[in-house]
């Protein structure tokens, strides 16, 4: 069979002349009930290291199935093949495309599975480059950056026979206390809602399917906890958690979204027909699948007390929207074939979904007629001599590792700077701290060497990941180092702190290396799992820091953390305080590049710092309630605020000019004003819209970003900026469930974060209140415009 739609040898589902649906629909014709549920589940299952065959993972919840008795009716999914154990990339590409050959070859229609992988901070496999966590690419505000980022990663997968990846997370952070904030872009979902927007983009246009997750709630869990319920109104629901998912599906076109573990005021997102199906599909117009999070519809039964049996749990997941179950098979199987025989899960029901799953494969290619199970990178490659393929192919190419070092580089945060950064040159640097020599500090759980080769002790890293002391000491050649890590991350021996009071008072500065260790279900500080009691620093770094500063040396406090902390004296004592959320294999060269000056900062803060430890939950994003007053003893008042960041260059605002004031409620605003860089060299401001609404008819937070945009300029340098704002900005969910824009006052701070509003304009909406749909607009006009050079100072 050649492929072409006028071959006789070619059946209908082969023809890529007909679209991917009616190629769905006529395999779906002629398969079996056996052969359909055999498309909706996948396989758990790790790469060979020599290049064999895949093997199905050994995984604590479940026993591996039999590859013999399931192949000959199909499989849907191979779960992370790459991402199960350490293996060559070249190595495993042949696995998989041996298994692929064993796959096709078992069924009787030659169908393929669709391999994904997880690639939240990069491709989660042996030797791929590690990227900086979502947590920074937030703290970037530069979805172009993310986006070119994204395309990268997805360009690694397909390379090797990945169709899919799990990523990104669009969770709006409401509590830092849940050990996933690392995996989130931010507190802001209008944040949270580009640069997720920008990933999917990227990664979609490297022809690899993007993952939404979790759908939806999931980081809005009681007291930060993992998995915990989530008890928010349908409001804070519509209005902070849905947007980011809204304008992923509208803007960035995702083939897969993933559902959430949580039930939300006792609905399980794996069960709820009005999410997945409702509001997901049947509003904003998704067409792509919706898979599983791991073990998700078996919790239906285990956790979320809903299913009776696996059968149960199965058609609860099926009526409500889900597709296919991951990672392997457990309810989708057997227990769904009993349910149709019983009567509970009609047929078409299964023909539903697998229409989806059947359609993206036609999309993918994997039911053309001239399907080739051999990916790029081994397109020239001879598959009978593993050996020789061993380290042909490379995840951490240059251009990775110089992306990886661009991203790292705009997501460092200058918190503090009381003018000793950057440092000039100090000939006795004491780098103090548990993340002092700690190669594996700039990582979040996702990344391979975290998350799977912590399993494997006696692997490489696979990548090169230099410690903060080694590229300190390159930083600053002609100074001396001494490193003292006096406590570990989270544990409870002081004994070291002498020892590094010894060192800060014989420096002339201490650089203070503190923040987390990412680890899974409790092996960490910060991860899945790993959440926290409160947001004081993990074991007892706090002691070290008092101390520290009680040396009276200058401290620069550095942190490389998955969450903010508390940083008590620091905020006012330390000359200066760095903070990078897992920056990646290039983290700590960027870090000592803002510190020399090398790299002038211009990260923003993605989530709040706070000024205590104990008041979460707690984000900018809060009502006139929420915000410090007389009646309460709690000051949620943060150390740092949402979007603050210094650098070592100046911003002049100024000229502010308003052309449309008043709109009506269908209307837009105009105005502009002039950003000058009056520093002695180049740098980055991030220019931030706030909304503040004095007066709705349900209560809205003080202010909420509405738009921003990162501008870099020369020293000197100016530029003109537009603003257009639609009144659709101003909208909200009112009292009847429907999103509105009300008339009356509004107020617009032209900011440089949450907290520091540079300019601001009285607007003003006339007219009815207007109703308004998915359709509406969604972001500001921000144009800029080249000024005169002014004179350097």
């Not at 039999?66 to 999914?77: C, E, N, S, V, Y």
């Not at 997805?154 to 409401?174: E, Y």
């Not at 959320?581 to 803060?605: H, I, K, M, Q």
Request: proline letters at 8%.
């Amino acid at each position: 069979m050649n492929g072409l739609g006028n071959s006789p040898s070619t059946a209908p589902w082969q023809d890529p002349a007909r679209t991917p649906e009616a190629r769905a629909d006529a395999l779906i014709a002629v398969m079996t009930l056996r052969e359909k549920t055999a498309q909706l589940v996948g396989v758990w299952v790790g790469a060979d290291s020599e290049g064999g065959e895949v093997a199905p993972h050994q995984h604590e919840m479940e026993q591996p199935p039999d590859l013999d008795a399931l192949l000959p009716h199909g499989l849907g999914q191979l779960t992370r093949p790459f991402g199960t154990a350490p293996v060559d990339p070249a190595l495993g590409a042949l696995s998989l495309l041996r298994t692929q050959q064993r796959i096709a070859a078992a069924n009787r229609f030659g169908i393929p599975a669709l391999a994904h992988e997880e690639c939240l901070a990069g491709f989660a496999a042996w030797g791929a480059t590690a990227y900086p966590v979502p947590l920074s690419w937030g703290a970037t505000f530069n979805p172009e950056l993310v986006k070119a980022m994204a395309a990268a990663i997805g360009r690694d997968l397909r390379a090797v026979g990945v169709h899919q990846g799990l990523a990104p997370v669009l969770d709006v952070v409401r509590d830092a206390r849940w050990g996933r904030v690392e995996e989130t872009i931010g507190e802001d979902p209008y944040l949270v809602a580009t640069v997720a927007t920008a990933y999917v983009q990227g990664l979609e246009s490297a022809g690899v399917v993007a993952t939404l997750k979790h759908f939806a709630g999931y980081s809005a869990s009681r007291a930060g906890r993992n998995l915990a319920p989530v008890s928010m109104g349908p409001r804070e629901r519509a209005d902070v958690i849905l947007p980011p998912f809204e304008m992923a599906v509208r803007e960035g076109r995702p083939r897969s979204v993933m559902h959430a573990y949580t039930d939300t005021d006792g609905v399980p997102s794996a069960a709820d027909e009005a999410l997945l199906t409702g509001l997901l599909r049947h509003t904003w117009g998704f067409t792509g699948t919706v898979v599983a999070d791991y073990f998700g519809i078996a919790f239906l039964k285990t956790l979320h007390g809903v299913a009776e049996d696996w059968s149960d749990a199965a058609a609860l997941a099926l009526a409500g929207g889900v597709d296919v179950e991951l990672p392997t098979v457990k309810t989708f199987g057997q227990p769904l074939l009993d349910a149709v025989a019983a009567g509970s899960v009609p047929e078409d029901v299964i023909d539903r979904a697998l229409r989806r799953v059947l359609a993206q494969k036609a999309e993918l290619g994997l039911l053309d007629a001239d399907w080739s199970p051999v990916p790029a990178a081994l397109a020239d490659a001879d598959p009978s001599e593993p050996e020789a393929l061993r380290g042909t192919v490379d995840l951490d190419p240059p251009a990775n590792r110089a992306l990886a070092a661009e991203v790292a580089e705009q997501a460092v945060v200058l918190l503090r700077n009381d003018g000793l950064l950057p440092l000039r040159g100090p000939a006795r640097i004491a780098l103090i701290g548990p993340n002092a020599d700690e190669p594996t500090a700039v990582l979040g759980c996702y990344s391979f060497p975290v998350h799977v080769g912590g399993q494997h002790p006696k692997t490489p890293l696979g990548i090169e990941l230099p410690t903060l002391r080694a590229s300190l000491t390159e930083e600053f050649a002609d100074s001396e180092v001494r490193t003292v890590r006096g406590v570990t991350v989270d544990g409870e021996d002081t004994a070291g702190i002498a020892e590094a009071v010894r060192a800060a008072r014989w420096a002339d500065v201490v650089v203070l290396a503190l923040g987390d260790r990412a680890g899974l279900f409790g092996r960490g500080t910060s991860g899945e799992g790993c959440d926290a009691a409160s947001l004081e620093l993990p074991g007892r770094q706090r002691d070290l820091l008092e101390a520290v500063l009680d040396s009276g040396t200058p401290v620069v406090v550095t942190l490389l953390a998955g969450r903010p902390y508390a940083l008590g004296r620091a905020v006012t004592g330390a000359a200066g305080i760095v903070q990078c959320f897992f920056p990646g294999e290039a983290g700590t060269r960027a870090l000592a590049g803002v510190l020399s000056g090398r790299v002038n900062p211009s990260g923003r803060l993605p989530v709040s710092v706070p000024a205590h430890p104990a008041v979460q939950p707690a984000t900018y994003l809060a009502a006139r309630l929420a915000q410090a007053d007389d009646v309460s003893s709690i000051d949620p008042t943060p150390a740092y605020g949402f979007g603050h960041g210094l650098g070592y260059s100046e911003f002049a605002w100024s000229g502010l000019d308003v052309q449309v004031a008043e709109t009506g409620t269908d209307g837009e605003f105009r105005l502009g004003f002039e950003l000058r860089n009056t520093g002695a060299r180049a740098g980055a401001e991030v220019v931030q819209l706030y909304l503040h609404d004095p007066v709705a008819s349900v209560v809205q937070p003080v202010q909420r970003l509405v738009g921003y945009r990162r501008i870099r300029l020369e020293a000197g340098a100016g530029c003109r900026v537009e603003l257009t704002l639609p009144a659709d900005l101003a909208s909200f969910t009112g009292r009847d469930g429907t999103r509105i824009v009300e008339p009356g006052a509004l107020e617009l701070r032209i900011s440089a974060s949450s907290t520091d509003h540079r300019l601001t304009v009285p607007l003003r909406l006339t007219g009815p209140p207007r109703p308004l749909d998915h359709t509406r607009r969604l972001h500001p006009t921000v144009a800029v415009h080249d000024l005169p050079q002014a004179a350097t100072p």
